[in-house]
């Protein structure tokens, strides 16, 4: 009888064992793995967001990495899920509540680039910038786009706001702005695709931060931000940069 109740008793305990290993899967389901999480870009360019997407899983295969095209969609997607880390220029970052950056990119050894005024045919005549038409990527809300904007000019120019890069080089054709506003590698971008003539002008303001990398507060990034310095020279380039310090 004694054997019988202590096969019993090993039953019982292999069974409560296999039910503790189970709940434990089960609550670890729903936590990123280490150095793991959620990640959220945005980078206004001329690139395919999935195509970034797609460079950029590549070098974190740990990590969930979504690319949004419009700043819209990203506030919303921030605002719904609370992502582990935000890229987006450095601008863009500052309005997030709830995150710290860890990281910011350097090109050519700066934190910063260049914007100009593209326009057709001849360079922007600055001394009449408050009475010209610009058009500019909206990726900030509508008045701190407009201070941004002024403090890059030095003027007050009516905003032709769009959502994508891709879209100022057919204001510029059409004649429905006078210049757009674009970063220097964006502007290249630009000239390449462009069989039009077109010029620009330099702003002496015009030095904006580079992308910038935030993590939520409260996550241990430790392992994904070694990841992230390891990123190969493609995706890099897709973020506008070339390192990160």
Same mark, same amino acid.
């Given at each position: 009888?004694?054997?019988?109740?202590?096969?019993?008793?090993?039953?019982?305990?292999?069974?409560?064992?296999?039910?503790?290993?189970?709940?434990?899967?089960?609550?670890?389901?729903?936590?990123?793995?280490?150095?793991?999480?959620?990640?959220?870009?945005?980078?206004?360019?001329?690139?395919?967001?999935?195509?970034?997407?797609?460079?950029?899983?590549?070098?974190?295969?740990?990590?969930?990495?979504?690319?949004?095209?419009?700043?819209? +969609?990203?506030?919303?997607?921030?605002?719904?899920?609370?992502?582990?880390?935000? *890229?987006?220029?450095?601008?863009?970052?500052?309005?997030? /509540?709830?995150?710290?950056?860890?990281?910011?990119?350097?090109?050519?050894?700066?934190?910063?680039?260049?914007?100009?005024?593209?326009?057709?045919?001849?360079? *922007? +005549?600055?001394? /009449?910038?408050?009475?010209?038409?610009?058009?500019?990527?909206?990726?900030?809300?509508?008045?701190?786009?407009?201070?941004?904007?002024?403090?890059?000019?030095?003027?007050?120019?009516?905003?032709?706001?769009?959502?994508? *890069?891709?879209?100022?080089?057919?204001?510029?054709?059409?004649?429905?702005?006078?210049?757009?506003?674009?970063?220097?590698?964006?502007?290249?971008?630009?000239?390449?695709?462009?069989?039009?003539?077109?010029?620009?002008?330099?702003?002496?303001?015009?030095? *904006?931060?580079?992308?910038?990398?935030?993590?939520?507060?409260?996550?241990?990034?430790?392992?994904?931000?070694?990841?992230?310095?390891?990123?190969?020279?493609?995706?890099?380039?897709?973020?506008?940069?070339?390192?990160?310090?």
């Amino acid at each position: 009888m004694g054997w019988i109740l202590r096969e019993v008793m090993v039953k019982v305990r292999l069974k409560a064992r296999a039910i503790l290993s189970l709940v434990l899967i089960v609550a670890m389901a729903g936590k990123p793995s280490p150095g793991g999480g959620k990640v959220y870009v945005y980078y206004p360019s001329l690139a395919r967001p999935l195509a970034i997407q797609e460079s950029l899983a590549r070098n974190c295969p740990g990590l969930e990495i979504t690319v949004f095209a419009r700043l819209a +969609d990203l506030e919303a997607q921030v605002a719904q899920e609370k992502p582990e880390i935000l *890229v987006a220029p450095g601008m863009v970052l500052g309005p997030f /509540r709830g995150y710290a950056s860890r990281l910011q990119g350097v090109r050519n050894g700066s934190t910063t680039e260049n914007f100009v005024l593209l326009s057709l045919e001849k360079p *922007v +005549d600055m001394g /009449r910038v408050s009475k010209l038409e610009i058009g500019v990527v909206g990726i900030l809300e509508r008045a701190e786009m407009g201070a941004f904007i002024n403090g890059l000019v030095g003027g007050t120019p009516r905003l032709n706001r769009v959502t994508k *890069v891709e879209d100022l080089l057919p204001l510029l054709i059409f004649h429905s702005v006078d210049a757009v506003l674009v970063s220097e590698s964006n502007m290249a971008e630009l000239q390449r695709k462009s069989q039009e003539k077109l010029t620009a002008s330099r702003l002496e303001k015009g030095q *904006v931060t580079l992308t910038a990398l935030a993590v939520r507060e409260g996550f241990d990034a430790k392992e994904m931000l070694m990841q992230w310095r390891h990123l190969d020279a493609g995706s890099l380039r897709m973020l506008g940069v070339d390192g990160w310090k």
